[in-house]
């Protein structure tokens, strides 16, 4: 079995958006109930991540931005119409930029080994000069850039399965040659970004892939863009490492989208991926992002969680056919998108 880790750290409870803020401290406190019904807490290992320092930060966002984030220690405010911040926010967003770094430092060291940073708050829509839709800071981005400074890495794939774009991300990438961006996403909804004709520029051209579904799709045409698109990419493109932007909200019952993948559309869509990183000894570590039904994420993010540590997925079984979207999507980014030697 793999060594699997959990990145935790008490700050992530008292990161207090207030009463019925979707992205509340509950959702941990539910992942953690699921975690311990299934005795998984008494068998992973609870890693502690540090802070990120400012010189992280200053890799993805700019240092008058970081300053004025860092000005709301101790106290609360309003950053933005959504995202807000309690006296304990500034310290818990680096500590969860932190788990990023510390996680990939882990899984680089030891191939077998992976990771869940279950932080808050989240980061994808945070943009280098902007909070946004919950974020402070884009977890996933430091951490990707982290890998590429610190360790040499040249192939960084993000995949983003979360209901809404990665705007944060994307941009944080689109015109570099070191990180491959990939999201599905419903659309229309918050934030209104990644269009499928947005691949990338410069550089980074040809590295950014954006599938945006219209409301009311699931587990046909994930599961179609997971072996269409994504296990061709990952052959081709080889990354050096996957980090996942693991939200849970285009789950058929959560609050905030109109999508409708099930418990065992999200465990099929990660079995895909993860049986192909396990065979190519790829490392990949998972950031949490959305997910605001408490009963959804207290049984899927665990029942991956053990998915992954059992080496245990269901079959992909036979792909049921995927709406026109899905498949029209694929087919355009299957001859923009891919690996060529910089």
């Known amino acids: 079995m793999p060594d699997v880790f959990l990145s935790r750290h008490p700050l992530f409870l008292e990161h207090d958006t207030g009463p019925g803020h979707p992205e509340c401290a509950d959702r941990l406190r ?3 109930a699921g975690l311990r019904e299934r005795g998984l807490l008494d ?7 540090p802070q990120a320092m400012k010189a992280d ?4 966002h700019d240092a008058d931005y970081i300053d004025s984030v860092l000005a709301w220690r101790n106290r609360s405010g309003a950053l933005d119409a959504d995202t807000v911040v309690s006296p304990a926010s500034v310290e818990a967003s680096l500590h969860a930029a932190g788990a990023l770094i510390d996680g990939i430092d882990a899984v680089l060291d030891n191939p077998r080994r992976t990771g869940f940073c279950l932080v808050r708050p989240p980061g994808h829509h945070a943009e280098r000069d902007r909070a946004m839709g919950f974020c402070l ?4 981005a430091v951490g990707a850039a982290h890998a590429v400074a610190k360790h040499g890495l040249r192939r960084v794939l993000i995949f983003d399965p979360d209901v809404h774009h990665g705007n944060g991300t994307q941009n944080a990438f689109y015109r570099r040659g ?6 599905i996403h419903q659309s229309p909804l918050f934030p209104g970004t990644g269009r499928l004709d947005e691949t990338g520029a410069g550089e980074g051209a040809g590295r950014n892939a954006n599938v945006p579904l219209p409301a009311g799709l699931g587990d046909p045409e994930y599961l179609h863009i997971t072996e269409n698109l994504l296990l061709p990419l990952i052959a081709e493109y080889r990354p050096e490492l996957v980090l996942f932007s693991a939200g849970f909200d285009a789950h058929l019952r959560d609050p905030l989208a109109q999508m409708e993948v099930t418990d065992d559309g999200f465990l099929r869509m990660y079995g895909m991926i993860v049986s192909t990183l396990s065979a190519r000894g790829i490392p990949f570590l998972c950031t949490l992002e959305g997910g605001y039904s408490l009963d ?3 049984e899927t993010v665990p029942a991956l969680i053990e998915s992954v540590f059992r080496e245990r997925f269901p079959e992909p079984g036979r792909l049921e056919p995927a709406h026109e979207s899905a498949r029209a999507a694929v087919t355009f980014l299957s001859g ?4 060529r030697e910089r």
């Not at 068998?43 to 991540?49: A, I, K, S, V």
């Not at 070191?178 to 999201?183: E, K, M, R």
């Open 178 to 183: 070191d990180v491959f961006y990939v999201s």
């Open 336 to 339: 923009r998108t891919g690996n």
């Open 30 to 32: 539910a992942i953690d």
């Open 43 to 49: 068998e992973l290992e609870d890693r502690r991540p």
């Open 296 to 298: 959804v994420i207290r």
């Open 57 to 60: 930060l200053l890799r993805v």
């Open 137 to 140: 800071f884009n977890n996933v």
